[in-house]
Nanobody, 124 residues
Framework: QVQLVESGGGLVQAGGSLRLSCAASGRTFSSYAMGWFRQAPGKEREFVAA????????SYADSVKGRFTISRDNAKNTVYLQMNSLKPEDTAVYYC?????????????????WGQGTQVTVSS
């Protein structure tokens, strides 16, 4: 069973930056795609970004395109989410997730393992 542990969340002012990390256990990390989702209070969990097994393909929600960058280091079993130009509406708990396969996906049902989440709060 793969375990995912997120870190890097915190409180930041609008316009600031944060980098989230997600460390994965297991020897087959490089075999599958990874994604980041977020959930604000009272709202459903929503897709933020995804990256293919090699890192060669990525996809983003329209709301973060141009501001967030997803990347991965397969040698370190880690996926990252660099968040720039943060806005108060980016405030949420951010989760990383693993797919069973190597391709991109943007719905929660496509992911089979989830981390515990890390809180990101953006003040205005």
């Amino acid at each position: 069973q793969v375990q995912l542990v997120e870190s890097g969340g915190g409180l930041v002012q609008a316009g600031g930056s944060l980098r989230l990390s997600c460390a994965a256990s297991g020897r087959t990390f490089s075999s599958y795609a990874m994604g980041w989702f977020r959930q604000a209070p009272g709202k459903e969990r929503e897709f933020v970004a995804a990256i293919s097994w090699s890192g060669g393909s990525t996809s983003y929600a329209d709301s973060v395109k141009g501001r967030f960058t997803i990347s991965r280091d397969n040698a370190k079993n880690t996926v990252y989410l660099q968040m720039n130009s943060l806005k108060p509406e980016d405030t949420a708990v951010y989760y990383c997730a693993r797919r069973r396969t190597s391709g991109l996906a943007s719905t929660t049902n496509d992911y089979i393992n989830w981390g515990q989440g890390t809180q990101v709060t953006v003040s205005s």
